[in-house]
């Protein structure tokens, strides 16, 4: 498991290390172990809920591209949970 620079910091701490947080995040730099995404690879996740006009409730999980704002994936239903989606 690899750790940020922030999580790192805060166990040196916990060590009795009095160490900044800029001094580790340089450190984290020159040592190349900085956390890297490829652009493409950022999504986003959320859950819309609306009320049709008879009262039936409806949820729609949406699927978005970071990036590019493309829209990836819509699963709707009235009784979607996070553990139905297929995406």
């Given at each position: 498991m690899r750790?940020?620079?922030?999580?790192?910091?805060?166990?040196?701490?916990?060590?009795?290390?009095?160490?900044?947080?800029?001094?580790?995040?340089?450190?984290?730099?020159?040592?190349?172990?900085?956390?890297?995404?490829?652009?493409?690879?950022?999504?986003?996740l959320d859950?819309?809920?609306?009320?049709?006009?008879?009262?039936?409730?409806?949820?729609?999980?949406?699927?978005?591209?970071?990036?590019?704002?493309?829209?990836?994936?819509?699963?709707?239903?009235?009784?979607?949970?996070?553990?139905?989606?297929?995406?």
């Amino acid at each position: 498991m690899r750790y940020g620079y922030r999580k790192i910091r805060v166990l040196l701490n916990r060590e009795g290390w009095p160490v900044g947080e800029y001094l580790v995040y340089g450190l984290y730099q020159e040592e190349g172990l900085a956390l890297k995404k490829p652009p493409n690879q950022a999504w986003s996740l959320d859950f819309v809920a609306d009320e049709l006009q008879d009262g039936r409730r409806f949820r729609c999980l949406t699927m978005v591209d970071v990036y590019t704002r493309e829209r990836l994936a819509i699963e709707a239903g009235q009784s979607l949970n996070a553990t139905d989606s297929e995406l």
